[in-house]
């Protein structure tokens, strides 16, 4: 058994529907993978509900109940939680890439650096092969173990 971390953007895509990440979602499994998401994950696809103009509780109340399905059907094994090793880890990355780049001046991207920081630190301290669309966000760290999921959006930037 293999186990693995989802990132944001490949969880969106999974929950939105797409069926290439669908079925990569699946491929995986069957190739006896056990995938989890950050508890980060989870906040940054809530950020999402906040710029809704209308039924927020009912979509925030759809997602979660999304997620208790993948975890009760198997789909997932579980969400990890950020703890003081995560932090620590997180924190000291971010450090690191602080000292080598300057984080692009878009508006909310530090925010998301952070969140990426986060989910590289579960990845990190759990060994888990981190799953995501945005190698380039991750390839500095030179002990993670990341790799692009072989499915594509249209329309997505990647």
């Known amino acids: 058994m293999r186990e693995g971390i989802a990132d944001s953007q490949v969880l969106m895509h999974y ?24 508890l980060i994950t989870c906040m940054e696809r809530l950020k999402g509900v906040s710029g809704l103009q209308y039924n927020r509780q009912l979509v925030l109340h ?31 990355l971010l450090g690191q890439y602080c000292l080598k780049y300057t984080p692009p001046p878009k508006h909310g991207r530090m925010e998301a650096l952070i969140c990426d920081m986060f989910i590289a630190a579960t990845a990190l301290k759990y060994k888990l092969v981190l ?25 997505d930037e990647m």
């Open 15 to 38: 929950d939105n529907g797409h069926s290439a990440a669908i079925d990569w979602w699946e491929t995986k499994l069957e190739e006896d993978w056990e995938l989890n998401i950050s």
């Open 62 to 92: 759809e997602f979660q109940s999304r997620v208790q399905l993948m975890l009760k059907g198997g789909k997932m094994r579980r969400i990890l939680p950020i703890t003081r090793d995560i932090s620590k880890i997180a924190y000291n």
């Open 131 to 155: 799953f995501t669309q945005n190698l380039s966000h991750f390839q500095w760290i030179t002990e993670l173990n990341a790799e692009k999921p072989n499915y594509n959006i249209e329309g």
